[in-house]
């Protein structure tokens, strides 16, 4: 398994990070870059991401304002005492 921190810029960076998360990679991604471009790229990639996250089994979360954790399945992400 890897972590890898990534920036994204771009909607079309989107199936590369899936194919990422596929091979049991998981992505810390910084979604500031997209969003001062445009942010309904930005809600439309968070939204693929995170139907992709839920159909595959694994968990996706926000880390603060500017980042996003997605993980394969089998890890899960702890969200605090609830």
Known sequence: MLLKALALRSIDE????QED?????IIILKVTPLAQKSVDELKS???QLY????AIGG???RLGDERVVITPPGVKIWRGLQ
């Not at 989107?14 to 990070?17: D, L």
């Not at 998360?21 to 990679?25: A, F, I, M």
């Open 14 to 17: 989107i199936p590369k990070i």
């Open 21 to 25: 998360v596929t091979k049991k990679t």
């Open 45 to 47: 990639s968070v939204e």
């Open 51 to 54: 139907e992709f996250a839920t």
């Open 59 to 61: 968990d996706i979360a």
